[in-house]
């Protein structure tokens, strides 16, 4: 058994009319969201990438297949939840994560607190790092139609 593990996550969504904005199981006040068969929440699903990946085991799709009714409109914290038990069911725990949401608009500093909290109280740790940046108005991102993400997490073996 590894006594640490390093895990990377990634993922992006299209921003569009009709949905909810949903960042770390934040609601954010918006006019467009995430396009998604869960409620794309970006951020989550990067962190639960990052955390497969730290176990060495499939991404995120695998686990929770978009072909599957039951995942349709989903929170993706119950999917969270989901994922840390499997981490706790393999003797790991949170050492700490990293995370980094880019987001042209809307600004996203305002609620960072609150995602960082969430975060906090779903994963029992409090070393979590939500960080939010533009891309300086280049490509899809920046031109507002998608938000992406990214997530770095060590698990420790307690
Ligand atoms: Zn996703």
């Known amino acids: 058994m590894l006594k640490y593990r390093v895990g990377i996550g990634y993922d992006i969504h299209k921003l569009v009319e009709n949905r909810k904005l949903i960042l770390g199981g934040v609601e954010i006040p918006f006019e467009k969201g995430l396009l998604g068969h869960s409620d794309a929440d970006v ?34 914290v119950v999917l969270l939840k989901e994922v840390f038990e499997i981490i706790k069911s393999k003797g790991y725990r949170i050492n700490n994560l990293d995370s980094n949401i880019i987001a042209q608009a809307p600004k996203l500093r305002p609620y960072i607190v609150e995602i960082r909290a969430n975060l906090c109280k779903i994963l029992e740790c409090e070393n979590i790092s939500v960080k939010a940046k533009t891309n300086e108005k280049m490509d899809a991102v920046g031109e507002m139609r998608a938000i992406e993400a990214n997530a770095v997490v060590m698990l420790y073996l307690e």
């Open 43 to 76: 951020l989550i699903h990067a962190i639960i990438d990052s955390m497969l990946g730290a176990l060495g085991l499939d991404d995120i799709g695998a686990l929770f297949p978009d072909t599957d009714l039951k995942y349709k409109d989903v929170s993706s």
